[in-house]
């Protein structure tokens, strides 16, 4: 199967400025279909990030979000069991031929979420880098491939500052992220950039580049997706297993990237990777 893959310009942008912009990989109707699922994710049980009561980065189960009101905060993992449009977004060629040609074929899929950033003058916005406390002091060579990465999929248009524009620091993607700076980088710190786009647009980021929504102060919600990758050496995070009970949903490409091998976990596995590990990836046996 032939894959796309970066263009000339697009290796230059991604190597030096960290991200890309992908204009219009989901058409008008995928994005309103998207959209209205994720409304209805809003009334159905899941993992929500339970504000105070958990440490940062983890995640609740939760019956239904706390507020229903579709222009609402919601924060949302582990979308795979919201049914099939968000499975297959797991491989939308238009990108993941993209991260396959920049991670190589040896990965997994690692998270998924939604996430409804609401028109407020409480939430200011805030930078970090993906991965945790570990990862965010981890950072990659020029030349090598990425640890992880993500798509983030916009389904509302984001034309303005201060309307929740995903941020970044162009090309901080090599340095250290200054985590202990009080008071910490911010969207409004030199250097930070609000990416505008427009409802199915899409952004590519690696974890290591400094990154995080702005304020939202439109007036309208702004939604977005993010997909994640990581190298199979290194673990999904939105589930502790693979999630069996959704296997029968999925292509042999996407059953290998939640992490099925085909066999029984063996020691050495995903250090040491299937023998068609390269042909699944690429669909040649998908
Ligand atoms: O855009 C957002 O709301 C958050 C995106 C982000 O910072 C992330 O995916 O790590």
Known sequence: MNMRTLTDEQREIWATDGYLHLSGVLDADEVQSLSDQVDGVRKQPGWEPLSGMLPRGHYGWVEQCADQDPEAFMDRRDLMPYGADFINLMDRPEVFDLVVDIMGPNILFSMSQAIVRASTHEFPGYTHTDGGEGLREIRVTETSRPIAMKALYLLSDVTEDDAGAFTVYPGSHFRPLPFKRDPPLNPHSPGCVQLKGKAGDCFLFPHAL?????PNHSGKARKTLLYNYCQLFVR????????????????????????????DFRPGDYFYVPEDQAQVITGSTG
């Open 236 to 263: 999904a995070y939105d589930f502790g297993a693979v999630p069996t009970h959704l296997l029968d949903q999925m292509t042999p490409r996407q059953r290998r990237l939640i992490g099925d091998l085909g066999h």
């Open 210 to 214: 400094w990154h995080g929504p702005a």
